[in-house]
């Protein structure tokens, strides 16, 4: 097993507050890693950095070997390593299926001069359509294709997002608090749906304050606290670690 994602001594500074504080951990191919900590960790600004929302004042980012530091969010995604984010992003007017079509990578007939090459274009769309109806059926979303995303539910939502972020055939995804103001049957989904996509191939890295939930799908866990690693290792290594339990709840069994 080697790491696909290499975070080597990042640091993020907001005035004189550090937010990320010489950070460096590794996230294994094929894995699912939580990255957890108390609130104001830095958890979600070591996400923006790894995908490009934020630039970083120091440190670097490795994907698959390539140094991605400072490159933009969608140059990123299009090499495999896209998010999540803790309140999802969707298309609140546009429907369910438009929000997925919308998601899909540029072709051909985006563009007016490529006009010429109308059946590849055709093509494209053909492939798209289909792609977006088997994550629709995978997600459980199939019978609100028509519905505004703007209707739907929370964990409706996180459903949704996670299937945009499907459609751009991704190698990583980084998870922003999935379980947040979800109701228990679509956590029990999100939940399989993450296990499954991980037997496929995908890597996730999640920030998730549901400690049962962490601990029991993750194969690693990375513990951050004021803006630097505490903490990694596998769950129940760090469940056990008291620097970990003092951080969280002053020496409390997590």
């Known amino acids: 097993m080697s790491a696909i994602l290499h975070v080597h001594h990042l640091s993020k500074h907001f005035g004189g507050v550090a937010a990320v504080d010489d950070c460096t951990f590794d996230v294994q191919e094929g894995t699912i890693t939580g990255l957890i900590g108390p609130n104001g960790a830095g958890k979600t600004t070591t996400f923006n950095l790894i995908t490009g929302v934020l630039k970083p004042d120091q440190g670097e980012i490795y994907f698959r070997d390539r140094l991605i530091t400072g490159l933009s969010p969608d140059r990123i995604a299009r090499l495999g390593l896209v998010r999540t ?113 991980n037997e496929q191939g995908i890597t996730f890295l999640i920030v998730e304050h549901d400690m049962e939930m962490i601990m029991s799908v993750s194969d690693e866990i990375v513990v951050m606290h004021y803006g630097h690693v505490l903490a990694a290792g596998k769950p129940e290594e760090v469940r056990r670690n008291p620097l970990v339990l003092e951080a969280y709840l002053g020496g409390a069994v997590i």
């Open 85 to 197: 984010f803790q309140i999802p992003r969707v298309f609140a007017r546009m429907t369910v299926w438009e929000n997925l079509m919308y998601a899909a990578p540029h072709h051909p007939g985006e563009r007016v001069w490529k006009a010429p090459f109308k059946p590849l274009w055709i093509a494209h769309e053909k492939g798209y359509a289909e792609k977006a109806h088997a994550i629709l059926e995978f997600l459980g979303l199939a019978h609100l294709t028509d519905e505004y995303a703007g209707t739907l539910s929370g964990g409706q939502r996180k459903l949704l997002e996670l299937g945009r972020v499907l459609m751009m055939d991704p190698q990583v995804i980084l998870l922003d608090e999935p379980m947040a103001g979800v109701n228990p049957t679509l956590r029990r989904t999100i939940i399989e749906r993450i296990h499954e996509l």
